[in-house]
């Protein structure tokens, strides 16, 4: 059975950094692209950013661009997204998703939420 697990979200001041992590199981993580996505209160699902299967080659919205680096370690089946110099407006549940295309999912986490509010 496939689980992606999220966990690091919480509550921090605008400018400040967080760490998401995604813990996968139920398939071979390393030969999957991953992403992070995200939902805001009252919109629908954004892409954030995503990486190839050995984490070399990575790509972000525009908006997140210089701010946040999405990383993996194969060896621990995790996914992970660094985010720094946080906005108000990167408030959402954050989502990471294997990709089944590169335009498409297939499994999907349970969220974490970040808020970013003084």
């Known amino acids: 059975e496939v689980q992606l697990v999220e966990s690091g979200g919480g509550l921090v001041q605008p400018g400040g950094s967080l760490r998401l992590s995604c813990a996968a199981s139920g398939f071979y993580f390393n030969i999957y692209a991953m992403s992070w996505v995200r939902q805001a209160p009252g919109k629908g699902l954004e892409w954030v950013s995503a990486?190839?299967?050995?984490?070399?080659?990575?790509d972000y919205e525009a908006s997140v661009k210089g701010r946040f680096t999405i990383s993996r370690d194969n060896a621990k089946n995790t996914l992970y997204l660094q985010m720094n110099s946080l906005k108000p407006e990167d408030t959402a549940v954050y989502y990471c998703?294997?990709?089944?295309?590169?335009?498409?999912?297939?499994?999907w986490g349970q969220g974490t939420q970040v808020t970013v509010s003084s």
């Open positions: 998703a294997k990709q089944r295309t590169s335009v498409s999912y297939d499994y």
């Open positions: 990486i190839n299967k050995g984490g070399g080659t990575t």
